[in-house]
């Protein structure tokens, strides 16, 4: 059905502008300090044009992300396929649920993949299923100077079990959104790889909510791209939600990836477990990662933790990582995060030469275990291994240099 570009349900906010820095002259202007705290709204004006001054966009270079502040005109970006169909529904317009009953979006990017996408696809696992295979969308990008929005809705009937698999490739400048539920009872794992060419720009905002009982296993890989920005917002929202979220990324010379990962635990005796890991390798490597973890004042009994390692593999690469955790209520089991950024230890080199490695051999080894951890997590016996290549060629095209440890990673 045809329905306004706003569900009526979701009313604008009426304080939904983010924070430029022209209103900082404003003595009575609060900027946005946390993330509970962002702003929501459908409409791309609201927020207006980042500035690279806001906190959420303080670590992004937002003029190389500029295309993505405008709709696409074609919307001719990218093609998707699903294997297997029968998962892939029809089209959601404006409207149409489940589209919106969780997502709001709280950047400009993200109103911008919402109202550019006429219709969104929606992967839906019928309730009891369990697949045995991973239900694959591959999105492939049509050329670098080709633009599409989008808004996947990714639905996991209650009690089924499912993997869905959403690869990336080619190139484009694509904005997008992942509407992810997770019914009672169920158990979901979203695998977002981005394997792009090098002249791609990928901004996407994954938000899913979580119910009584559920799992969510989320994981984000990212290695080619140019400028890779994958937001995911996860909430625990019904009594004994789980949710687990891991990250893997490696940059190289030039390239910009970035997660600002946010878990909401809002309903009670919700367990959360969040680990981000990536290696960073030439001159002007960059990656960002933001961690938020919000225990609110009704997710009693929560078990929370997160944690974000990095490992710098040459000079003039920076990897940025900054974890935040809030606590409303004073009944948990247990919370905490950690953040830690070095670079290899002569120790370890030392210790693994001396019963007889070669240098080169010994530098291999410690990055490939600092990251399988990671691809072991995924479940896709045939993408672990396939993971595993790509580290293994990442590897081999720039030496790896030797420092003490700054942190220890």
């Not at 919307?75 to 709001?104: H, I, K, M, Q, Y």
């Not at 004994?240 to 909401?264: I, K, M, P, T």
Request: glycine share 8%; hydrophobic share 40%; net charge negative.
């Amino acid at each position: 059905m045809t329905a306004p570009t706003q569900a009526p349900e979701q009313a604008q906010d009426t304080n939904a502008h983010i924070d430029p820095a022209a209103k900082a002259a404003n003595a009575a202007f609060r900027p946005v300090q946390t993330r509970s705290e962002r702003p929501h709204s459908f409409d791309p004006a609201d927020f207006g044009a980042p500035s690279g001054r806001e906190v959420n966009w303080k670590h992004t270079p937002v003029a190389q992300l500029k295309p993505l502040f405008q709709p696409a005109e074609a919307n001719d970006g990218v093609s998707c396929a699903v294997t297997p169909e029968r998962f892939a529904g029809a089209g959601l317009a404006f409207g149409d649920t489940p589209r919106g009953e969780f997502f709001r979006p709280e950047d400009v990017v993200s109103a911008v993949a919402w109202q550019g996408a006429q219709e969104a696809l929606h992967i839906s696992i019928p309730r009891e299923e369990e697949l045995d295979e991973p239900v694959v969308v591959a999105i492939t990008g049509q050329g670098a100077e080709r633009r599409a929005d989008a808004h996947l809705v990714i639905e996991a009937g209650a009690n089924s079990r499912a993997t869905v698999l959403l690869r990336h490739s080619g190139s484009a400048q694509y904005a997008q959104n992942v509407e992810i539920l997770v019914r009672d009872g169920a158990k979901l794992i979203v695998v977002s790889v981005q394997q792009w060419d090098d002249d791609a720009v990928h901004a996407a905002a994954h938000q899913a909510r979580v119910d009584r009982d559920a799992e969510l296993t989320h994981v984000v890989v990212s290695f080619g791209g140019g400028i890779v920005r994958v937001n995911p917002n996860v909430e625990l929202a019904g009594a004994g939600a789980q949710g687990r979220l891991y990250g893997l990324s490696y940059a190289d010379a030039g390239q910009h990836l970035e997660s600002q990962v946010y878990l909401h635990h809002k309903g009670p005796h919700t367990v959360g477990d969040v680990l981000y890991k990536g290696a960073l390798q030439g001159e002007s490597a960059h990656s960002v990662w933001i961690g938020d973890v919000l225990i609110g004042p009704d997710a009693v009994g929560t078990d929370s933790y997160e944690a974000n390692r990095n490992l710098v593999l040459t000079e003039g690469a920076r990897a940025d990582s900054i974890p935040n955790l809030e606590i409303e209520t004073g009944d948990i089991l247990g919370a905490g995060h950690a953040s830690a950024t070095g670079r290899f230890d002569d120790e370890q080199l030392f210790y693994l030469q001396a019963r007889g490695i070669p240098e080169d051999e010994a530098r291999r080894l410690v990055v490939l275990g600092f990251l399988t951890d990671i691809v072991q997590r995924i479940g896709i016996p045939t993408l672990q291994e396939e993971l595993l290549a790509a580290i293994e060629a990442e590897l081999a095209q720039t030496p790896v240099v030797a420092h003490h440890s700054e942190v220890s990673a």
